[in-house]
């Protein structure tokens, strides 16, 4: 294999766009908040099973704007074929046969206390000629989801759809030629979603709620048969982990499962339906949780097991077939010291796109063809060099109480011990992992070390571990993460007198509640997108959901902010999208309205037009939010 670099997305446009000159970023110059604040130039990259063609999800504004390009393969600087929309956001691509894409987009539509997102889809051909399809043109609330891009039949694609309007999808065989339909299954009051079609398309499994014990209950059916079995029921008193993973090839009766069945960690087994039997565990690590299994997609042996999939500092594959594990070693060979990922591939692999990530990479897109031949394609932030980022390292620090707790560090350039800021994930049943964070590779750019603790509560690491943060927000949770202060302090990393704690969602609660703990160990805090009021979000996230209010809610107890508000003693940033729908903005008012009857030291910025998560985050509340946090780290810590 050799390299051969070529650009063509407009590479020189784009950093005109941006207000970026062609000169070189020196490691020890700033660079403009631009460089981070901007949505990603390039966000996708994809081939059709023949590999004949490119398409290209890039960037037309800081904003975003996206629009889909599309090239043939073996002429990449050939005049592309563009695709967007005026009026919705492009939000994602994907081929479903050699000549034809589904363009996914959204908007967000504020209709007076109303506030919602809309998604539309097309159907396109690859050459930009003739009419968009819509699927379901007469329902203009259709909400569809694609189960599966039928390989060996190029003419039509699995649907989830209401057809008779009762609340309860169906499965749909969708001509993408014509648009006709074909009802495949008919959801119902026992089985209502979560189908899972094998590898010949036929649906073998699927899902239910059982309202009479509060229960999910997995179901699936023999290969052939139309009679559906109960194979597991997911109790929310039971937190112990069960997943569906697909079907085996070797052997039809069987299903592979991710679970714990007993153990801390997850891991993979088979489970056959006929005789309602487990076997041994295939695959299992001792405290890390598996992630899934990885499978093949060609037609000579679609569904073949090819290996294990985990996360430790970084995603990991574990191969059972040799040639893809030389496939993937050699392809690593080319970017050392990056984490790669094959996000798309043609039947024959002779049409590979590559995508590198890598602390000093924050993304990078390559298409190899005929296993020789690697073109570049374009990156997602190009003004950001390697120089201008610092290096990530993955530690485990012992909490006050002797629990381990895995950390990422991001330590900017310089010798410490630096000013630092803790910042916790959100979820909190969640964890973090760190290829590249803008977040903190913006703050270790201007000089912060940042600590991501994978507190207790952390998902990822084992059952114990998880169920460790049960009812103790404010309280252990928060231990873990001053404790991650006083390990970087201790190593001579951070310097004691100039911590901060900063996050958004479950991290922002936690800089709440960071801000009024006695003693304080941090100079100030940044709250962003927070819970303040316990009593308030439980009834929020699960007040529709008995499932819910079993499962998760009895977890969040602890220390409620709202009921502390004039225990706050350090300064205190808040920030929070004024059209959230995940934590209500109210959460952060309401703290204000306690605020403004006490003399604390505090700011306030509302967001607008800004939702919960990143990608709702555009470019004017990304400049907005990190000027206002490096100007609070700057002069408030």
Same mark, same amino acid.
């Given at each position: 294999?050799?390299?051969?670099l070529?650009?063509?997305?407009?590479?020189?446009?784009?950093?005109?766009?941006?207000?970026?000159?062609?000169?070189?970023?020196?490691?020890?110059?700033?660079?403009?908040?631009?460089?981070?604040?901007?949505?990603?130039?390039?966000?996708?990259?994809?081939?059709?099973?023949?590999?004949?063609?490119?398409?290209?999800?890039?960037?037309t504004?800081?904003?975003?704007?996206?629009?889909?390009?599309?090239?043939?393969?073996?002429?990449?600087?050939?005049?592309?074929?563009?695709?967007?929309?005026?009026r919705?956001?492009?939000s994602?691509?994907?081929?479903?046969?050699?000549d034809?894409?589904?363009?996914?987009?959204?908007?967000?539509?504020?209709?007076?206390?109303?506030?919602?997102?809309?998604?539309?889809?097309?159907?396109?051909?690859?050459?930009?000629?003739?009419?968009?399809?819509?699927?379901?043109?007469?329902?203009?609330?259709?909400?569809?989801?694609?189960?599966?891009?039928?390989?060996?039949?190029?003419?039509?694609?699995?649907?989830?759809?209401d057809?008779?309007d009762?609340?309860?999808?169906?499965?749909?065989?969708?001509?993408?030629?014509?648009?006709?339909?074909?009802?495949?299954?008919?959801?119902?009051?026992?089985?209502?979603?979560?189908?899972?079609?094998?590898a010949?398309?036929?649906?073998?499994?699927?899902?239910?709620?059982?309202?009479?014990?509060?229960?999910?209950?997995?179901?699936?059916?023999?290969?052939?048969?139309?009679?559906?079995?109960?194979?597991?029921?997911?109790?929310p008193?039971?937190?112990?982990?069960?997943n569906f993973?697909?079907?085996?090839q070797e052997?039809?009766?069987?299903?592979?499962?991710?679970?714990?069945?007993g153990?801390?960690?997850?891991?993979i087994?088979?489970?056959?339906?006929?005789?309602?039997?487990?076997?041994?565990?295939l695959?299992?690590?001792?405290?890390?949780?598996?992630?899934?299994?990885?499978?093949?997609?060609?037609?000579?042996?679609?569904?073949?097991?090819?290996?294990?999939?985990?996360?430790?500092?970084?995603?990991?594959?574990?191969?059972?077939?040799?040639?893809?594990?030389?496939?993937?070693?050699?392809?690593?060979?080319?970017?050392?010291?990056?984490?790669?990922?094959?996000?798309s591939?043609?039947?024959?692999?002779?049409?590979?796109v590559i995508?590198?990530?890598?602390?000093?990479?924050?993304?990078?897109?390559?298409?190899?063809?005929?296993?020789?031949?690697?073109?570049?394609?374009?990156?997602?932030?190009?003004?950001?060099?390697?120089?201008?980022?610092?290096?990530?390292k993955?530690v485990?620090?012992?909490?006050?109480?002797?629990?381990?707790?895995?950390?990422?560090?991001?330590?900017?350039?310089g010798?410490g011990p630096?000013p630092?800021?803790?910042?916790?994930?959100?979820?909190?049943w969640?964890?973090?992992?760190?290829?590249?964070?803008?977040?903190?590779? #913006?703050?270790a750019? +201007? %000089?912060? $070390?940042?600590?991501?603790?994978?507190?207790?509560? &952390?998902?990822? @690491?084992?059952? /114990?571990?998880?169920?460790?943060?049960?009812?103790?927000?404010?309280?252990?949770?928060?231990?873990?993460?001053?404790?991650?202060?006083?390990?970087?302090?201790?190593?001579g990393?951070?310097?004691?007198?100039?911590?901060?704690?900063?996050?958004?969602?479950?991290?922002?609660?936690?800089?709440?509640a960071?801000?009024?703990?006695?003693d304080?160990?941090?100079?100030?805090?940044?709250?962003?997108?927070?819970?303040?009021d316990?009593?308030?979000?439980?009834?929020?996230?699960?007040?529709?959901?008995?499932y819910?209010?079993?499962?998760?809610?009895?977890?969040?107890?602890?220390?409620?902010?709202?009921?502390?508000?004039k225990?706050?003693?350090?300064? #205190?940033l808040?920030? +929070? %999208?004024? $059209?959230d729908?995940?934590?209500p903005?109210?959460q &952060?008012?309401? @703290?204000?309205? /306690?605020?403004?009857?006490?003399?604390?030291?505090?700011?306030?910025?509302?967001?607008?037009?800004?939702?919960?998560?990143?990608?709702?985050?555009?470019?004017?509340h990304?400049?907005?939010f990190?000027t206002?946090?490096?100007?609070?780290?700057?002069?408030?810590?």
């Open positions: 294999m050799y390299r051969k070529r650009l063509i997305i407009g590479f020189s446009t784009l950093l005109c766009l941006l207000g970026q000159s062609n000169a070189q970023e020196q490691s020890d110059k700033k660079l403009p908040l631009d460089a981070f604040a901007s949505l990603p130039v390039m966000t996708q990259a994809s081939v059709p099973l023949d590999g004949s063609k490119l398409a290209i999800v890039r960037a504004s800081k904003d975003g704007d996206y629009i889909v390009e599309i090239r043939p393969t073996n002429d990449l600087a050939a005049e592309p074929v563009r695709l967007g929309a005026s919705m956001e492009l994602n691509v994907r081929w479903l046969n050699n034809k894409l589904l363009v996914e987009f959204r908007q967000n539509i504020q209709d007076g206390n109303d506030n919602y997102w809309v998604t539309k889809a097309a159907i396109v051909n690859a050459d930009g000629k003739g009419d968009w399809r819509i699927p379901f043109p007469k329902d203009n609330k259709a909400d569809f989801d694609v189960l599966s891009v039928l390989a060996d039949d190029p003419d039509h694609i699995l649907l989830t759809y057809v008779n009762n609340r309860i999808p169906d499965v749909i065989k969708y001509n993408i030629n014509t648009g006709a339909t074909q009802t495949i299954l008919r959801g119902n009051e026992k089985i209502s979603g979560g189908f899972i079609p094998d010949d398309g036929e649906i073998r499994a699927g899902l239910g709620y059982d309202s009479a014990t509060t229960s999910l209950k997995q179901y699936a059916r023999l290969l052939g048969e139309s009679e559906w079995r109960e194979i597991y029921t997911n109790s008193q039971n937190r112990e982990e069960w993973l697909y079907f085996s052997n039809p009766d069987e299903v592979y499962v991710k679970a714990n069945l153990e801390d960690t997850t891991g087994y088979t489970y056959n339906i006929r005789t309602g039997k487990y076997s041994e565990r695959f299992g690590l001792e405290s890390l949780d598996v992630d899934s299994i990885i499978l093949s997609t060609k037609s000579t042996n679609r569904g073949h097991l090819l290996g294990f999939s985990y996360t430790s500092k970084y995603p990991t594959r574990y191969f059972l077939d040799a040639d893809e594990e030389a496939l993937y070693k050699g392809i690593e060979a080319l970017f050392p010291k990056k984490v790669i990922s094959l996000v591939r043609s039947e024959d692999d002779n049409a590979i995508r590198t990530s890598s602390d000093h990479d924050p993304g990078s897109y390559f298409l190899l063809t005929n296993k020789k031949k690697l073109d570049f394609l374009g990156e997602r932030s190009p003004l950001i060099k390697p120089e201008n980022l610092s290096d990530v993955y485990k620090y012992t909490a006050r109480d002797g629990r381990k707790i895995p950390a990422y560090i991001t330590i900017p350039k010798k630096f630092a800021v803790i910042m916790p994930h959100g979820g909190p969640a964890r973090d992992v760190v290829i590249y964070d803008e977040w903190s590779q #913006l703050l750019h +201007h %000089g912060y $070390i940042v600590i991501q603790p994978q507190y207790r509560g &952390s998902t990822g @690491f084992g059952l /114990e571990h998880w169920k460790a943060g049960d009812g103790k927000w404010g309280l252990e949770m928060q231990d873990d993460n001053d404790d991650a202060a006083m390990y970087l302090v201790e190593k990393l951070a310097d004691k007198d100039k911590l901060a704690i900063f996050g958004w969602s479950y991290g922002g609660y936690a800089a709440f960071a801000a009024m703990r006695k304080n160990i941090y100079q100030c805090a940044i709250a962003g997108a927070g819970i303040t316990l009593s308030r979000i439980t009834a929020t996230l699960f007040g529709a959901s008995r819910g209010r079993i499962y998760q809610a009895p977890t969040v107890k602890g220390v409620s902010p709202i009921e502390h508000v225990d706050l003693n350090v300064p #205190l808040i920030i +929070h %999208g004024d $059209i729908q995940r934590v903005i109210e &952060s008012r309401l @703290f204000v309205d /306690e605020l403004k009857k006490l003399d604390k030291d505090y700011k306030y910025i509302e967001l607008k037009g800004a939702d919960h998560f990143s990608n709702t985050l555009y470019y004017r990304k400049t907005e990190y206002a946090l490096l100007d609070w780290l700057k002069n408030k810590c």
